[in-house]
Antibody, heavy 119, light 107 residues
Framework: QVQLQESGPGLVKPSQTLSLTCTVS??????????WSWIRQHPGKGLEWIGY???????DYNPSLKTRVTISVDTSKNQFSLKMNSVTAADTAVYFC???????????WGQGTLVTVSS | EIVMTQSPATLSVSPGDRATLSCKAS??????LAWYQQRPGQPPRLLIY???TRATGVPARFSGSESGTEFTLSISSLQSEDFVVYFC?????????FGGGTRVEIK
């Protein structure tokens, strides 16, 4: 049973870079056919897919965030990461890491971490 | 991007009754539609994928159906733990998009 756990600062200042890491246990980020994904949920609102890194290393981003987002993987630590630059209050949200198998629905999720953008 | 519209925003149902939740796609998504359940403070839980296939461990009272670009999640005989929020998600086109959610509340 794969488990995912997000970690990173809960408070980021406007215009700075948000950095989060997802640690994976019970499975390898480089094996199988999986989409290792980042999703966010604004307070009391719906869900937004930020992007993914596939097991083979290919990456795709939501066009609405593409210019500010980078997803990468650290195979030695079995982690994948999210960086989002030039954040504003509109980026305040709960950020989830999750895994999709073969297709882009998500059967495994981390618990989520709240990131607040505020000075 | 494809817009997913869920209705109603809030559904009031009595325990033991049936709930019917709707999700409409702005264009065809084939059967590439998933449903999730989200409890307060928890991540979404996958209930249904491919419009009508229950995920592992999901009770049989949850069922999904489709008619063109309109999708339905039905919950027969609502239990106390079912009174939470449900989201639909299309994964036919990039980026995958979610509906705004339906909250099922106790009538």
């Amino acid at each position: 049973q794969v488990q995912l756990q997000e970690s990173g600062p809960g408070l980021v200042k406007p215009s700075q870079t948000l950095s989060l890491t997802c640690t994976v246990s019970g499975g390898s980020v480089t094996s199988g056919s999986f989409y290792w994904s980042w999703i966010r949920q604004h307070p009391g609102k719906g869900l937004e897919w930020i992007g993914y890194i596939y097991s083979t290393g290919s990456i795709d981003y939501n066009p609405s965030l593409k210019t500010r987002v980078t997803i990468s993987v650290d195979t030695s630590k079995n982690q994948f990461s999210l960086k989002m630059n030039s954040v504003t209050a509109a980026d305040t949200a709960v950020y989830f890491c999750a895994r999709g198998a073969n297709v882009l629905f998500l059967a495994s999720w981390g618990q989520g971490t709240l990131v607040t953008v505020s000075s | 991007e494809i817009v997913m519209t869920q209705s109603p925003a809030t559904l009031s149902v009595s325990p033991g009754d049936r709930a019917t939740l709707s999700c409409k796609a702005s264009q065809s998504v084939s059967d590439n539609l998933a449903w999730y359940q989200q409890r307060p403070g928890q991540p979404p839980r996958l209930l249904i994928y491919e419009a009508s296939t229950r995920a592992t461990g999901v009770p049989a009272r949850f069922s999904g159906s489709e008619s063109g670009t309109e999708f339905t999640l039905s919950i027969s005989s609502l239990q106390s733990e079912d009174f939470v929020v449900y989201f639909c998600q299309q994964y036919n086109n990039w980026p995958p998009t979610f509906g705004g959610g339906t909250r099922v509340e106790i009538k």
